[in-house]
Nanobody, 121 residues
């Protein structure tokens, strides 16, 4: 069946870096735009950015501009989220999802289970 699995979440100190992975099984990920989202306890889900099938990235959240970037490795059927200069307010569960209309719209179909990122000293 179609499945997305996020990994790479960890406890990291402020100013540190992490790279999250979004691995696909059951379908070719390179045909899809992939969105990255996060949700902190008690807060609404936040759309961060989206990487298209052509590897062009659209950043939606001002809070991560200049710090978060996305890339893809089609040979590994995996999309990555590189997070630099991490702040305590980045603490959240991070998700990836397939774009129903690539990166053009707001509808996303298949979702991963999420991976926990905690930024704390």
């Amino acid at each position: 069946q179609v499945q997305l699995v996020e990994s790479g979440g960890a406890l990291v100190q402020p100013g540190g870096s992490l790279r999250l992975s979004c691995a696909a099984s059951g379908f070719r990920l390179d045909y899809y735009g992939i969105g990255w989202f996060r949700q902190a306890p008690g807060k609404e889900r936040e759309r961060l950015l989206c990487i298209s099938s052509g590897a062009a990235t659209t950043v939606y959240a001002d809070s991560v501009k200049g710090r978060f970037t996305s890339s893809r490795d089609n040979a590994k059927n995996t999309v990555y989220l590189q997070m630099n200069s991490l702040k305590p307010e980045d603490t959240a569960v991070y998700f990836c999802a397939t774009g129903s209309s690539g990166c053009r719209g707001s509808a996303f179909g298949s979702w991963g289970q999420g991976t926990q990122v905690t930024v704390s000293s």
